[in-house]
Each structure stands twice: as structure tokens, then as C-alpha cells.
Nanobody, 113 residues
Framework: QVQLVESGGGLVQAGGSLRLSCAAS?????MGWYRQAPGKQREFVAR???????KYADSVKGRFTISRDNAKNAVYLQMNSLKPEDTAVYYC??????????WGQGTQVTVSS
């Protein structure tokens, strides 16, 4: 069982930036992020494979950057040009082939107007 621990959430004004971090208890092939806003379904944000292949949701493309440090079993999400609609609980996720085998506890990101 892989455990994921997130950090970096907080309150930021529109146009600002935050960097989320997620540390895994072991090596895992695919790591990434989902988010869930109040009253909405959990949605995919971004993912990265151990080989560095990335994928982003259209809503964050060009603003968010996902990266990982395989030596530290960590994944990061640099969030720039934040918008109020980015407000959500952000969940780190990981899996052997796809995401969603393992989940972090979530970290709150709030973007004020």
C-alpha cells in the first residue's frame, strides 16, 4: 500500500501562484492530481509518468505545470495565473498503470477574486 501526503495548499488572490507537493511512501509509475470543487464531481487536473510523459486538463493547460522527482518519490503541481474557478480540494493520486490506485488526503486551494 502506497501512502501519499500532500502539502502546499492555501489562500491566494486571483492571478497568484501556489505550488503543491505530494510525497509517496514508495515508487509508483503514474502520479498526478485531481480536484473537487464544492458541489462538483472530482475532475482530472494533470498526471505524469515515471518517464516524464505529461497530460493536462484543458482548463489548466498553459497555467499549471506538473513535475516529479523520482529519487524523492514526489510529484509537484506549479499553479500560476490562478482563477477563482480553480478553488477546490486538490488530491494527489498515483497508480501502477493509471491514476486512482492510491489517494492523498487532499489539500484546500482557495482563490479569491
Amino acid at each position: 500500500q502506497v501512502q501519499l501526503v500532500e502539502s502546499g495548499g492555501g489562500l491566494v488572490q486571483a492571478g497568484g501562484s501556489l505550488r503543491l507537493s505530494c510525497a509517496a511512501s514508495g515508487r509508483i509509475n503514474v502520479m498526478g492530481w485531481y480536484r473537487q470543487a464544492p458541489g462538483k464531481q472530482r475532475e482530472f487536473v494533470a498526471r505524469i509518468t515515471s518517464g516524464g510523459s505529461t497530460k493536462y486538463a484543458d482548463s489548466v493547460k498553459g497555467r499549471f505545470t506538473i513535475s516529479r522527482d523520482n529519487a524523492k518519490n514526489a510529484v509537484y503541481l506549479q499553479m500560476n495565473s490562478l482563477k477563482p474557478e480553480d478553488t477546490a480540494v486538490y488530491y494527489c493520486s498515483a497508480g501502477r498503470v493509471v491514476l486512482a490506485d492510491y489517494w492523498g488526503q487532499g489539500t484546500q486551494v482557495t482563490v479569491s477574486s
